[in-house]
């Protein structure tokens, strides 16, 4: 079983509990969503159909919940490596934290309530990338311009979470 750090509107940590109840009971807990840039494009997933929640959906490189004493970097280091195959000796420097935000998602069964780390890596679009069928469906490189219009002409399409982060990423890049 895999756990969350549950936090507050802060991010201080109150406790930890299995990430399938905590998403069951809508409680608020820690998370980070990895976004990779190169030039004037973004790395997106769109995320297995198979998954819980937002199957389907596209979404930034990976998102994932660090553990209690885990560094959310190294964190979104390694899920990248787990997710996409990414190596990170092909990123050009280590992740930033860009923003943090909270965000409450009603998505049927669960609820997504997160403290959301958004962190920025850059990547040529040569990037290799070995993507895990039971997280990603597949990935796909989309031009800052081209991703903006989709998000407002077609949001449905796109993860709750990637609606708020993916314009704070944009503005941090530009």
């Known amino acids: 079983m895999s756990e969350v750090l549950l936090v507050d509107t802060h991010d201080r940590p109150l406790g930890t509990m299995e ?27 769109r995320r297995a159909t198979a998954k819980y929640h937002s199957g389907g959906l596209w979404a930034n490189a990976c998102c994932s919940h660090p553990g209690r004493n885990a560094d959310v ?8 490596r787990e997710e996409l195959g990414l190596d990170p000796a092909q990123l050009e420097g280590r992740p930033v934290e860009v923003a943090s935000f909270v965000y409450r998602a009603n998505l ?6 997160e403290y959301d780390h958004v962190l920025l890596a850059r990547a ?24 903006e219009r989709r998000l407002l002409e077609e949001p449905d399409d796109f993860a709750p979470w990637f609606l708020t982060a993916c314009p ?7």
């Not at 608020?28 to 990779?36: E, I, K, N, P, Q």
């Not at 993507?131 to 800052?144: L, M, N, S, T």
């Open 19 to 45: 990430k399938l109840e905590a998403h069951e009971k809508g409680l608020l807990h820690r998370a980070f969503s990895l976004f990779v840039v190169s030039d004037e494009a973004m790395l997106i997933q």
């Open 124 to 147: 040529p679009q040569t990037v290799q990338l070995t993507p895990d069928p039971e997280e990603v469906d597949r990935v796909a490189w989309v031009g800052f311009d081209e991703l």
């Open 168 to 174: 704070l990423v944009l503005a941090a890049t530009r």
């Open 73 to 80: 970097v190294d964190e979104a280091i390694r899920r990248a």
């Open 108 to 113: 049927g069964p669960v609820f997504e309530y």
